[in-house]
């Protein structure tokens, strides 16, 4: 149950597109396609943002994307806007009812 | 609207016990997996434990097993946390989390979560 592998900080200007990668394990994301994505202001819970890999939650922006290429999971945030700056996090079904979370990356708008 | 709101939460001391709380309105309580997922200062998050909707099934990440013990009551809409043989390292933010009703694996609502600091 080792955490998902996620670069500590993306940074891009507005407008631009960035991408947050997610690395697991054959056990994990290479698994299942079962990956889900949460932003996370400071001081606040959670919220889905992504989940099976590539699927949207009704009232989230089609900005937001993702994507799954053995075990690695990817979320790329196109036009990239202010109120996008927040901390994110994949999400991992690991098997027999668990889950594995990925260590954070905080994207900051230049 | 989805409302979870946790409770419970507060300062105890290494080897000592807490009950953590949540609260749920808003929907049809009883067809929905509940998670504990909890986050250290600073740190990510990390899924705890999980019950099933007639509380028959609970799993829990290793760290935990033998020592934390998920548990819901559908007439309350409540799902509970008993956290015992704390350790610092226990020391987060506590969110409990709705799964969606539909089969997918995914955390759909959290709740604002509750401090739990475990002095050594």
């Known amino acids: 149950q080792s955490a998902l592998t996620q670069p500590a900080s993306v940074s891009g200007s507005p407008g631009q597109s960035i991408t947050i990668s997610c690395t697991g394990t054959?056990?994990?994301?290479?698994?299942?396609?079962?990956v889900s994505w949460y932003q996370q202001y400071p001081g606040k819970g959670p919220k889905l943002m992504i989940y099976?890999?590539?699927k949207r939650p009704s009232g989230v922006s089609n900005r937001l994307s993702g994507s799954k290429s053995g075990n690695t999971a990817s979320l790329t945030i196109s036009g990239l806007q202010a109120e996008d700056e927040a901390d994110y996090y994949c999400?991992?079904?690991?098997?027999?009812?668990?889950?594995?979370f990925g260590t954070g990356t905080k994207v900051t708008v230049l | 609207e989805v409302q979870l709101v946790e409770s419970g939460g507060g300062l105890v001391q290494s080897g000592g016990s807490l009950r953590l709380s949540c609260a749920a309105s808003g929907f049809t309580f009883n067809r929905h997996w509940m998670s504990w997922v909890r986050q250290a200062p600073g740190k990510g998050l990390e899924w705890v434990a999980n019950?099933?909707?007639?509380?028959?099934?609970?799993y829990y990440v290793d760290s935990v097993k033998g020592r934390f013990a998920i548990s819901r009551d559908n007439a309350k809409n409540s799902v509970s946390l008993q956290m015992n043989s704390l350790r610092a390292e226990d020391t987060a933010v506590y969110y409990c989390?709705?799964?969606?009703?539909?089969?997918?694996?995914?955390?759909?609502?959290w709740g604002q979560g509750t401090l739990v600091t475990v002095s050594s």
């Open positions: 099976e890999g590539t």
């Open positions: 989390a709705r799964h969606d009703d539909s089969g997918t694996f995914m955390f759909e609502n």
């Open positions: 999400c991992s079904y690991a098997g027999s009812s668990t889950y594995v």
């Open positions: 054959s056990s994990d994301v290479g698994s299942y396609n079962l």
């Open positions: 019950i099933r909707l007639d509380g028959k099934e609970k």
